[in-house]
């Protein structure tokens, strides 16, 4: 059964870089032609997709956030990564890794609260 | 960019009502739409894959309709372990996605 673990700081100062890696388990992050993609969720709000990532590296972001999100694939240790540059308080959230199938969202992740904050 | 409203944005019923969440596009998405359960804490899960198909294990009182831009989500018989925020997704553009704003379900 594939599954998705999201790691790293709960905690990010403003203007600095966000960063977080999804893991996969139960299956290869490259057997298969799947898309991997980053969704995330303020408190109190709803759900905006961040971007995808191709297992052969190709990427997709959402307009509103391209020009600061850089999304990667690491195939030898099964995990795709999320950097988000130059945070500010609007980017606190709770962040889920998620594999897209045929135009929906499964498995996802459990999410990590990202706090920005000083 | 194409974007969903979702309706209403909260809801109060009673255990066994049938509730109706609507989802509308502002362009026409086929039947491109998706629909998730989120309960607090956790992750969203998909109940209703490509406007109508009801996902494996999914209890058959959730149901959806719809197509072009105008779509619905139904609950046949309110129970009480369905109180969880519900969200639209829709996928015309892949690989992009868009979701509605939510609608938060309360039992009254």
């Known amino acids: 059964q594939l599954q998705l673990q999201e790691s790293g700081p709960g905690l990010v100062k403003p203007s600095e870089t966000l960063s977080l890696t999804c893991t996969v388990s139960?299956?290869?992050?490259?057997?298969?032609?799947?898309?991997w993609g980053w969704i995330r969720q303020p408190p109190g709000k709803g759900l905006e997709w961040i971007g995808s990532i191709y297992y052969s590296g190709s990427t997709y972001y959402n307009p509103s956030l391209k020009s600061r999100v850089t999304i990667s694939v690491d195939t030898s240790k099964n995990q795709f990564s999320l950097k988000l540059s130059s945070v500010t308080a609007a980017d606190t959230a709770v962040y889920y890794c998620?594999?897209?199938?045929?135009?929906?969202?499964?498995?996802w992740g459990q999410g990590t609260l990202v706090t920005v904050s000083s | 960019d194409i974007q969903m409203t979702q309706s209403p944005s909260s809801l109060s019923a009673s255990v066994g009502d049938r509730v109706t969440i609507t989802c509308q596009a502002s362009q026409d998405i086929s039947n491109y739409l998706n629909w998730y359960q989120q309960k607090p804490g956790k992750a969203p899960k998909l109940l209703i894959y490509?406007?109508?198909n009801l996902e494996t294990g999914v209890p058959s009182r959730f149901s959806g309709s719809g197509s072009g831009t105008d779509f619905t989500f139904t609950i046949s018989s309110l129970q009480p372990e369905d109180i969880a925020t519900y969200y639209c997704q829709q996928y015309d553009n892949l690989p992009m996605y868009t979701f509605g704003q939510g609608t938060k379900l309360e039992i009254k």
């Open positions: 490509d406007a109508s």
């Open positions: 139960g299956g290869s992050i490259s057997s298969s032609s799947y898309y």
């Open positions: 998620a594999r897209p199938v045929a135009g929906w969202f499964d498995p």
